[in-house]
C-alpha cells in the first residue's frame, strides 16, 4: 500500500477508505479536518537553490522509484525527464 502526501492532503477521506479496506477493519470515517494549520505556510518552502540541488538529488532515482512502485514519479511530481 502507498499513498503520496499530496493525494493524503487532497483526499484524506478516499486515503484513509482504502488504507482501512486494505487492513479489513471498519471504515467508519473518522475526523479528516487539518488541525493545527500553521496561518504562516510562507516558511514551508526552500529556496531557489536549494530546490534546484534537492531536484538534481531526486531525480537520479526517480527510474528505480518509478518501477519499484509502478507510477510515473516524473509526471506525478512535474518533473522535467
Excluded at 471498519?26 to 479536518?33: L, P
Excluded at 534537492?54 to 518533473?79: H, M, Q, R, T
Amino acid at each position: 500500500m502507498l499513498f503520496f502526501f499530496e493525494d493524503l492532503i487532497k483526499q484524506p477521506e478516499q486515503c484513509f477508505i482504502k488504507l482501512s479496506n486494505f487492513l479489513e477493519v471498519s471504515n467508519e470515517m473518522i475526523d479528516c479536518k487539518a488541525h493545527n494549520v500553521s496561518p504562516d505556510r510562507s516558511s514551508l518552502y526552500f529556496s531557489d537553490d536549494s530546490y534546484h540541488r534537492l531536484l538534481a538529488a531526486i531525480k537520479e532515482d526517480c527510474p528505480k522509484l518509478s518501477n519499484l512502485i509502478g507510477v510515473d514519479v516524473y509526471d506525478k511530481w512535474n518533473f522535467n525527464k
